[in-house]
């Protein structure tokens, strides 16, 4: 899983050509750990702007908070590809850094799979199919900042 920062439109509207360094400048939203921000400033080169500073959210409320102009937060494309392609969340920078955590579906070793079980697996597997497709989409470039801040 990749992670990378997002922002509202709203947030740098007015703004051309926002550079990761850029970001000593905006708060930077936090979920749990501090340290991601760290490790994308030292991946994306920017020595100006601390990693530690700015508000810490549980679970995924530093995204919303994203969503509503607060700042900059660290995302993954299946918490916030619905929100880019909505023009709710922007990916203003195409530098990503690898997250140490996945998503898994599992069951207790040595018991079947029921009905109900293997419906939402095959649900949860096509939205997460159409989630990447997407994805792979704005990373190729069909969702523009240009487009969505419009």
Not at 15 to 23: F, S
Not at 90 to 95: A, C, G, K, S, T
Request: proline letters at 4%; aromatic letters at 12%.
């Amino acid at each position: 899983m990749e992670v990378f920062p997002v922002c509202s439109p709203k947030l740098i509207a007015g703004r051309e050509n926002v550079k990761p360094e850029d970001l000593a400048d905006y708060y930077l939203l936090h979920e749990q750990r501090k340290e991601w921000w760290d490790n994308w400033l030292a991946a994306a080169k920017v020595d100006s702007a601390q990693g530690w500073r700015g508000t810490t959210f549980q679970n995924h409320l530093a995204i919303e908070a994203a969503e509503a102009g607060q700042g900059f937060a660290l995302a993954d494309q299946i918490l916030c590809t619905d929100s880019i392609v909505d023009g709710w969340l922007l990916r203003p920078f195409n530098i990503d850094i690898r997250e140490p955590y996945s998503y898994y579906i599992v069951r207790a070793k040595g018991t079947k799979e029921s009905a109900p079980a293997r419906a939402f697996r095959e649900w949860l597997t096509g939205e997460m199919a159409e989630t990447n497709r997407r994805f792979a989409q704005i990373k190729a470039g069909k969702f523009t900042r240009s487009a969505a801040v419009t």
